[in-house]
């Protein structure tokens, strides 16, 4: 017998209009490809996200395509041998016919689900192959299938109803944050295998005891044609732990005091590396390999302390997680594009910002490997959702079908990472279904007859896809969809929510975050204009466009978002003092705007992660943290990775320790009628949001600052000694804004620092009173922002309180590690930054500027 061979089909692809007489076979851009790339490659179409050219590109999506190679036959196929010839396509977007030779050798219809074909007896025996396929559009395929299906009650949010229909990545429909581009095309690789025997799959069931000390892999490998013996290899950077050689498919091992794997900054990511290798006749046929992270993953639903339903937190090595984090979109709308480092750029940037949950959001892709090995090294934990998302989908015989095997695939293909640590049957569905009031009765558990109903896909979320986890990942957290939990989605106090009362829904103001807090928050955001640099990349003309201002017909263009301008324009115009010109200074608004909002959400629902039974709130994924495209939206980072200033804020309430304050109003009347005889106390709050794994002991000094004079007002150290135990939020103190009269209190910058045992400063917040519109803000004098002689750190100081110093540079290298910091009298801020030189310009902006 001999090793299995695989060989990439990668080269001499072209491809074609089918439904154009004159379109002529032209060679592709890349492989994997999408078509919008080779159109794009040859100058046939203009760039989709350059201006509104995302509507000259639409007949794409109506038409058909064909991709086409040719390959020799290899040796070692032939009737003489018993080796045989299988085609795996990865991944086909979406209705594909694969004709080998002329002869039709595959129909497939789902792009989530990799193909395999055996074309044994299709190959040619001496000279070239030809296989073609042919991609059918998706976009009219789906609503024929809308048609076909007339008794279902169709209806979503984003893109239209033909999406329901058709296993394709949801936002290719458009979404609410991304151009309408239905692209198709072999979007991931093909191979040729020859084998007569072969690995299907490794697989590892980990167990990690409780007390840590003992982890148990169950490897299992399933083989297709003869069964000869394995070899089990685990290794640990290069050196072999373990290795068995059985008769069998399976074997287990006992790994003594295991290198565990925890989230970024609770410990390491070591990565084991298992490979099985099947050996025939003394000989190594086939091997494969998967690099495991050994932990323990829970998820805590317990009863509170003091507080109704029951917690929502993860627990990995028995350390319970606040999971900051945020949500992920797919990162283009031509994914084979995103390359590897592309893919650790992205995960790196999140961990870079102190987030230790990324959320895989349900109407994109179930990600590349690229995406989970860089959250397995990074130490950032996955939250994944399958890909249903914010609709009714449908649910006849052969769709469920295709469903129950895209779910096996996908599980297949993912569950060794062991930053995965929950998957999701949805995103929003049960939303969707509760808006539009469809059955759903909790109290029927009767599978088959949920079927019969309106809302069919509850069959898919609650049959389905938890089966399939069931028997492939049973160790792992299973949730019908996410939100869930409660009384209905809303529930703040079970399972997650989806907090947009600030933004959509009934629009409240963000500074009352606190009273909109739940279990566990998986969605929230805030909208921002990107950066300048990525307004004049995508306008036509660059810094010469007409259409280079806020409300421009071209930039509305680049915001998908229902009632974007009447909602920026909502929390701007509710906060601060801003106008729409220069568009440098209106896009800083937006987002000073925007990281004020998302600071305060992940600052006040911190404030609620109390202890040990007291895990009232357990988790902030903000929506979203990056864009397919150059756009309005409410990423924090934007499609070319520049962060916008919310990252830093969020970064900051992140930290290992912070200190959070709010400002609340109390009103003590004395009695019901009186108008004038109010006591108004107007109190600062003040807590320690301790996340490392160690008790802290600090001082809490606060300091007030007259916002027009620049005077100080107060320095006070209003705590001693406090102690701040460890992975939890402390309240410190409460009192009445220091200022030298009650009036002068709305005009007091109050700032808090925490100082450990060394009189080293550990944390520090500025709290400004609010709305920030009503501060006389005064333009300082002496804003400095000077760069250290070795180009590392940026020292900034003024002599007034300055709300919101962005620092920025032209050039693109120059990182910052902190961002739009408030300044106050005598205190100099220092800022890490990398890639500067001496002659590096750095310039500053304030809110109050201009
Ligand atoms: C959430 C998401 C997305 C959407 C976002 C902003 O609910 O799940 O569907 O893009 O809101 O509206």
């Known amino acids: 017998m001999e090793p299995r061979v695989v060989i990439p089909l990668d080269k001499n692809w072209e491809f074609k209009q089918v439904d154009n007489e004159n379109s002529k ?3 592709v851009s890349q492989f994997p490809t999408h078509v919008h790339l080779d159109l794009l490659h040859h100058k046939l179409i203009p760039d989709p996200y350059i201006g509104k050219n995302e509507l000259d590109v639409q007949w794409i999506g109506e038409s058909i395509w064909a991709y086409k190679t040719t390959f020799t036959t290899p040796d070692g196929v032939s009737s003489a041998s018993s080796n045989k010839a299988v085609l795996a396509f990865d991944g086909l977007d979406t209705f594909a ?7 039709t050798v595959l129909e497939s219809e789902n792009m989530f689900t990799p193909e395999r074909v055996d074309v044994t007896d299709g190959l040619v025996k001496d000279g070239d192959n030809e296989l073609v396929i042919t991609f ?3 976009y009219l395929r789906g609503w024929k299938l809308v048609e076909k299906y007339p008794d279902h009650k169709w209806g979503c949010w984003n893109g239209d109803n033909s999406r329901l229909a058709v296993r394709k990545s949801q936002y290719h429909w458009g979404w609410d944050w991304g151009p309408a ?5 072999p979007w991931r690789p093909v191979h040729l295998e020859i084998y007569s025997s072969r690995l299907g799959d490794l697989w590892l069931d980990i167990a990690v005891d409780e007390s840590l000390k003992t982890a148990t892999v169950k490897a299992h490998t399933s083989i297709e044609g003869k069964a000869g013996r394995i070899r089990f290899d685990v290794e640990l950077d290069g050196r072999t732990v373990a290795a068995q050689e059985v008769d069998g498919t399976d074997a287990t091992f006992r790994i003594n005091d295991p290198e565990l794997w925890y989230p970024a900054r609770y410990g390491k990511q070591p990565l084991y590396t298992v490979k099985a290798t099947l050996i025939h006749g003394g000989q190594n046929i086939d091997s494969m390999e998967k690099r495991i992270g050994l932990r323990r993953a829970q998820l805590v639903q317990r009863a509170l302390k003091q507080q109704p339903g029951t917690s929502f937190f993860f627990e990995i090595n028995n350390i319970p997680i606040f999971c900051g984090g945020s949500d992920w979109i797919p990162a283009d709308n031509f994914i084979p594009r995103i390359n590897k480092e592309r893919y650790h750029d992205w995960v790196k940037l999140v961990a870079d910002g102190n987030q230790l949950m990324i959320r895989v959001w349900g109407g994109g892709i179930y990600e590349e490997q690229a995406f989970y090995d860089a959250c397995d090294e990074l130490g950032v934990l996955v939250w994944q959702d399958f890909m249903f998302g914010c609709g009714n989908y449908p649910a006849w015989p052969e769709l469920l079908k295709s469903i129950e095997c895209e779910a096996e695939e996908n599980v297949r293909m993912l569950r060794h990472h062991p930053s995965i640590v929950i998957w999701a049957g949805n995103n929003e569905d049960y939303q969707y279904a509760e808006s539009v009031d469809l059955t759903w009765d909790k109290n029927n558990h009767d599978a088959e007859s949920w079927l019969k109903t309106d809302f069919p896909a509850r069959y898919i979320y609650e049959k389905i896809l938890p089966d399939v986890c069931q028997k492939m990942i049973p160790a792992t957290y299973y949730h019908p969809g996410s939100p869930w939990g409660g009384v209905d989605t809303r529930d703040p106090t079970i399972g997650d929510i989806h907090q947009w009362n600030v933004w959509h829904g009934t629009q409240e103001k963000y500074q009352n975050f606190d009273k909109l807090v739940g279990r566990f928050v998986s969605e929230f955001g805030m909208e921002a204009f990107p950066s300048v640099k990525t307004i004049d990349s995508f306008l036509p003309l660059g810094k010469n466009d007409p259409d280079r201002y806020p409300q421009s017909s ?11 301008e009447r909602r ?3 929390y701007l115009v509710e906060n601060m003092r801003y106008a729409p010109d220069p568009l440098e200074q209106f896009v800083y608004c937006t987002q000073l705007m925007q990281a004020e909002c998302l600071a305060s959400a992940y600052r006040l629902w911190k404030r609620q992660w109390k202890g040990p039974g007291r895990e009232y709130c357990a988790g902030a994924l903000v929506w979203q943290i990056n864009d397919c495209w150059p756009v309005t939206s409410w990423a924090i980072c934007d499609y070319y990775l520049r962060p916008k200033h919310a990252y830093y804020t969020v970064k900051r309430e992140m930290a290992p320790l912070s200190v959070g304050m709010t400002r609340r109003e109390h009103r003590y009347p ?20 301790n996340l490392m794994l160690e008790d802290l002991t600090v001082d809490c000094i606060v300091k007030a600052w007259d916002v027009e004079t620049g005077k100080q007002t107060s320095c006070e150290t209003v705590v001693k000694d406090k102690l701040l135990p460890l992975n939890r939020s402390t309240e410190i103190a409460a009192f009445e804004v220091p200022a030298p009269t009650k009036a002068d209190q709305a005009r007091s910058i109050v700032a808090s620092y925490l100082i450990d045992r060394d009189g080293k400063q550990r944390a520090r917040y500025v709290n400004w009173p609010e709305p920030l519109k009503y501060l006389h803000l005064q333009k300082p004098k002496q804003l400095v922002a000077k760069l250290s002689d070795d180009c590392q750190s940026v020292a900034v100081s003024a002599e007034v309180p300055v709300k919101g110093v962005a620092l920025e540079c032209e050039n693109d290298d120059v990182k910052f590690e902190d961002n739009l910091v408030d300044i106050v009298p005598g205190e100099v801020v220092t800022i890490g930054v990398k890639g500067a030189k001496e002659s590096t310009v750095i310039t500053t902006r304030y809110l109050g500027m201009i």
């Open 554 to 564: 071209t930039i509305d263009f680049h915001n998908k978002a229902d009632g974007h």
């Open 670 to 689: 004395k009695d019901k009628y009186t108008r004038v005889d109010i006591d108004v106390k107007t109190q600062i709050e003040i807590w320690g949001s």
């Open 136 to 138: 059918d559009s998706a």
């Open 97 to 103: 016919t694969v004709v080998l030779n002329g002869k």
């Open 181 to 185: 581009l239905l692209t198709c095309g």
């Open 25 to 27: 076979y032209l060679p």
């Open 568 to 570: 920026i324009a909502l």
